[in-house]
Protein backbone atom coordinates (compact mmCIF):
# COMPACT_ATOMS: atom_id res chain seq x y z
CA UNK A 1 0.00 0.00 0.00
CA UNK A 2 1.00 3.73 -0.57
CA UNK A 3 0.98 4.40 2.89
CA UNK A 4 2.06 3.25 6.62
CA UNK A 5 -0.20 0.44 7.60
CA UNK A 6 -0.73 -0.84 11.34
CA UNK A 7 -2.12 -3.91 12.46
CA UNK A 8 -4.42 -5.27 14.45
CA UNK A 9 -6.41 -2.05 14.23
CA UNK A 10 -8.13 -3.13 17.71
CA UNK A 11 -7.06 -5.72 20.31
CA UNK A 12 -8.34 -6.43 23.66
CA UNK A 13 -6.00 -8.30 26.25
CA UNK A 14 -6.82 -9.80 29.74
CA UNK A 15 -4.64 -7.86 32.12
CA UNK A 16 -1.07 -9.92 32.21
CA UNK A 17 -1.82 -11.45 28.21
CA UNK A 18 1.03 -10.22 26.07
CA UNK A 19 0.54 -8.54 23.07
CA UNK A 20 2.64 -7.63 19.60
CA UNK A 21 1.47 -4.36 17.13
CA UNK A 22 3.18 -4.46 13.76
CA UNK A 23 4.02 -1.67 11.55
CA UNK A 24 4.49 -1.74 7.70
CA UNK A 25 5.74 1.56 7.09
CA UNK A 26 6.40 2.79 3.69
CA UNK A 27 9.06 1.31 1.03
CA UNK A 28 12.13 2.81 1.15
CA UNK A 29 11.28 4.95 4.71
CA UNK A 30 14.63 5.00 6.54
CA UNK A 31 13.18 6.26 10.13
CA UNK A 32 10.24 4.52 11.57
CA UNK A 33 9.10 5.70 14.97
CA UNK A 34 6.51 4.13 17.80
CA UNK A 35 4.43 6.87 19.61
CA UNK A 36 1.55 5.95 22.53
CA UNK A 37 -1.73 7.82 22.49
CA UNK A 38 -4.12 7.64 25.19
CA UNK A 39 -7.40 8.89 25.57
CA UNK A 40 -7.44 12.78 25.33
CA UNK A 41 -3.82 13.32 24.85
CA UNK A 42 -1.47 13.76 22.64
CA UNK A 43 1.20 11.60 21.05
CA UNK A 44 4.18 10.61 23.34
CA UNK A 45 7.24 9.22 21.58
CA UNK A 46 8.27 5.70 22.48
CA UNK A 47 11.04 4.86 20.52
CA UNK A 48 12.96 5.50 17.25
CA UNK A 49 14.72 2.95 14.38
CA UNK A 50 16.94 3.91 11.69
CA UNK A 51 16.66 0.98 9.30
CA UNK A 52 17.08 -1.74 11.58
CA UNK A 53 19.09 0.31 14.46
CA UNK A 54 16.98 1.18 17.09
CA UNK A 55 18.53 5.05 18.13
CA UNK A 56 16.62 5.76 21.01
CA UNK A 57 13.95 3.95 23.15
CA UNK A 58 14.04 6.64 25.83
CA UNK A 59 10.13 6.96 25.54
CA UNK A 60 9.46 3.31 26.36
CA UNK A 61 7.74 3.24 29.88
CA UNK A 62 8.97 0.04 31.22
CA UNK A 63 10.74 -2.98 30.50
CA UNK A 64 7.40 -4.31 29.66
CA UNK A 65 8.34 -2.76 26.26
CA UNK A 66 10.00 -4.14 23.69
CA UNK A 67 10.29 -2.89 19.96
CA UNK A 68 12.53 -4.43 16.77
CA UNK A 69 12.91 -4.04 13.26
CA UNK A 70 15.38 -6.64 12.48
CA UNK A 71 15.54 -5.82 8.71
CA UNK A 72 14.88 -2.35 8.54
CA UNK A 73 11.51 -2.41 7.35
CA UNK A 74 8.62 -3.90 9.17
CA UNK A 75 8.82 -3.25 13.37
CA UNK A 76 6.82 -4.95 16.01
CA UNK A 77 5.71 -3.19 18.86
CA UNK A 78 5.27 -5.92 22.09
CA UNK A 79 4.05 -5.63 25.08
CA UNK A 80 4.25 -8.16 28.24
CA UNK A 81 2.49 -8.46 30.79
CA UNK A 82 -0.24 -5.67 29.71
CA UNK A 83 -1.57 -3.81 32.67
CA UNK A 84 -4.71 -1.57 32.38
CA UNK A 85 -2.37 1.81 31.76
CA UNK A 86 -1.24 0.61 28.67
CA UNK A 87 -4.38 0.98 27.48
CA UNK A 88 -4.16 3.31 24.47
CA UNK A 89 -3.87 3.86 21.00
CA UNK A 90 -0.23 3.09 19.14
CA UNK A 91 0.68 4.72 16.79
CA UNK A 92 3.55 3.59 13.99
CA UNK A 93 5.10 6.67 11.92
CA UNK A 94 7.58 6.75 9.44
CA UNK A 95 9.89 8.89 7.44
CA UNK A 96 12.17 9.02 4.55
CA UNK A 97 15.04 10.52 5.67
CA UNK A 98 16.88 10.19 9.12
CA UNK A 99 15.38 11.13 11.95
CA UNK A 100 13.28 14.44 11.81
CA UNK A 101 15.47 16.01 8.78
CA UNK A 102 12.51 17.01 6.64
CA UNK A 103 10.12 16.96 10.17
CA UNK A 104 7.70 15.33 8.14
CA UNK A 105 5.85 11.89 9.71
CA UNK A 106 3.70 10.04 8.21
CA UNK A 107 1.43 8.04 10.41
CA UNK A 108 -0.29 4.77 10.23
CA UNK A 109 -4.22 4.42 11.15
CA UNK A 110 -2.98 2.96 14.65
CA UNK A 111 -3.78 0.36 17.31
CA UNK A 112 -6.03 0.65 19.67
CA UNK A 113 -5.11 -1.23 22.51
CA UNK A 114 -7.89 -2.17 25.53
CA UNK A 115 -6.30 -3.84 28.42
CA UNK A 116 -9.64 -5.30 30.95
CA UNK B 1 11.07 19.83 30.68
CA UNK B 2 10.61 20.53 27.04
CA UNK B 3 7.02 21.09 26.34
CA UNK B 4 4.19 22.59 23.93
CA UNK B 5 1.16 23.75 25.69
CA UNK B 6 -2.33 24.13 24.12
CA UNK B 7 -4.16 25.49 26.33
CA UNK B 8 -7.39 25.19 25.46
CA UNK B 9 -9.10 21.78 24.43
CA UNK B 10 -12.26 23.03 22.23
CA UNK B 11 -12.77 26.02 20.01
CA UNK B 12 -16.19 26.47 18.17
CA UNK B 13 -16.15 28.74 15.69
CA UNK B 14 -19.18 30.04 13.08
CA UNK B 15 -18.23 29.53 8.95
CA UNK B 16 -16.60 32.62 7.95
CA UNK B 17 -15.35 33.42 11.52
CA UNK B 18 -11.67 33.75 12.00
CA UNK B 19 -9.73 31.18 14.09
CA UNK B 20 -6.16 31.11 16.49
CA UNK B 21 -5.08 27.79 17.56
CA UNK B 22 -2.62 28.56 20.53
CA UNK B 23 0.51 26.99 20.98
CA UNK B 24 3.02 28.00 23.68
CA UNK B 25 6.33 25.99 24.18
CA UNK B 26 9.16 26.06 26.85
CA UNK B 27 12.07 27.66 25.70
CA UNK B 28 14.94 26.12 24.51
CA UNK B 29 16.82 27.73 21.52
CA UNK B 30 15.63 27.55 18.53
CA UNK B 31 13.00 24.84 18.10
CA UNK B 32 11.46 23.39 14.96
CA UNK B 33 8.02 23.43 15.59
CA UNK B 34 4.85 22.03 13.50
CA UNK B 35 1.50 21.78 13.33
CA UNK B 36 -0.46 18.26 12.72
CA UNK B 37 -4.17 17.93 11.92
CA UNK B 38 -6.31 14.72 12.16
CA UNK B 39 -9.75 14.91 10.14
CA UNK B 40 -12.45 12.81 11.37
CA UNK B 41 -11.35 9.06 10.60
CA UNK B 42 -8.68 9.80 9.07
CA UNK B 43 -4.81 9.52 10.10
CA UNK B 44 -2.68 12.21 11.72
CA UNK B 45 -0.90 14.65 8.91
CA UNK B 46 1.38 16.99 8.89
CA UNK B 47 -0.17 20.74 8.21
CA UNK B 48 2.73 22.84 8.53
CA UNK B 49 6.09 23.58 9.27
CA UNK B 50 7.60 27.12 10.71
CA UNK B 51 10.55 26.94 8.92
CA UNK B 52 8.72 26.93 5.72
CA UNK B 53 6.60 29.65 6.09
CA UNK B 54 3.98 28.86 3.75
CA UNK B 55 -0.08 29.20 3.83
CA UNK B 56 -1.89 24.90 4.00
CA UNK B 57 -5.45 25.34 3.27
CA UNK B 58 -5.19 29.34 3.95
CA UNK B 59 -3.79 28.83 7.77
CA UNK B 60 -0.72 30.25 9.13
CA UNK B 61 1.27 30.31 11.57
CA UNK B 62 3.92 32.17 12.90
CA UNK B 63 6.73 31.46 15.19
CA UNK B 64 7.19 34.23 18.49
CA UNK B 65 10.08 34.05 20.22
CA UNK B 66 9.75 36.72 22.26
CA UNK B 67 6.40 35.06 23.32
CA UNK B 68 7.25 31.84 22.67
CA UNK B 69 4.61 31.32 20.68
CA UNK B 70 3.12 29.36 17.61
CA UNK B 71 -0.36 30.36 16.94
CA UNK B 72 -2.40 28.95 14.30
CA UNK B 73 -4.37 31.30 12.20
CA UNK B 74 -7.17 31.48 9.32
CA UNK B 75 -9.08 34.36 8.72
CA UNK B 76 -12.17 32.70 7.35
CA UNK B 77 -12.77 28.95 8.76
CA UNK B 78 -14.68 26.55 6.54
CA UNK B 79 -16.63 23.81 7.69
CA UNK B 80 -14.38 21.51 6.51
CA UNK B 81 -11.66 22.76 8.85
CA UNK B 82 -13.20 20.92 11.83
CA UNK B 83 -10.41 18.44 13.13
CA UNK B 84 -8.33 18.02 15.77
CA UNK B 85 -5.51 20.17 15.49
CA UNK B 86 -1.86 19.44 17.32
CA UNK B 87 1.04 21.57 17.62
CA UNK B 88 4.62 19.84 17.96
CA UNK B 89 8.28 20.72 18.02
CA UNK B 90 11.09 18.62 18.10
CA UNK B 91 13.28 17.79 21.02
CA UNK B 92 16.40 19.47 21.31
CA UNK B 93 19.01 17.61 21.71
CA UNK B 94 17.30 14.57 20.26
CA UNK B 95 16.15 15.06 16.63
CA UNK B 96 13.97 11.79 16.48
CA UNK B 97 11.90 12.97 18.78
CA UNK B 98 8.72 15.12 18.26
CA UNK B 99 6.66 16.40 21.74
CA UNK B 100 3.29 16.92 20.88
CA UNK B 101 0.72 18.90 22.83
CA UNK B 102 -2.27 17.45 23.97
CA UNK B 103 -4.52 18.82 21.12
CA UNK B 104 -7.10 20.85 20.24
CA UNK B 105 -11.10 20.08 18.90
CA UNK B 106 -11.78 22.78 16.07
CA UNK B 107 -15.24 22.89 15.10
CA UNK B 108 -16.73 25.01 12.20
CA UNK B 109 -20.68 25.41 12.51
CA UNK B 110 -22.54 26.27 9.17
Known amino acids: GAGVSQSPRYKVAKRGQDVALRCDPI?????LFWYQQALGQGPEFLTY????????KSGLPSDRFFAERPEGSVSTLKIQRTQQEDSAVYLCASSLGQGLTTGELFFGEGSRLTVL | AQRVTQPEKLLSVFKGAPVELKCNYS??????LFWYVQYSRQRLQLLLRHISRESIKGFTADLNKGETSFHLKKPFAQEEDSAMYYC????????????FGKGITLSVRP
Open chain 1, 27 to 31: SGHVS
Open chain 2, 27 to 32: YSGSPE
Open chain 2, 88 to 99: ARVHTGANSKLT
Open chain 1, 49 to 56: FQNEAQLD
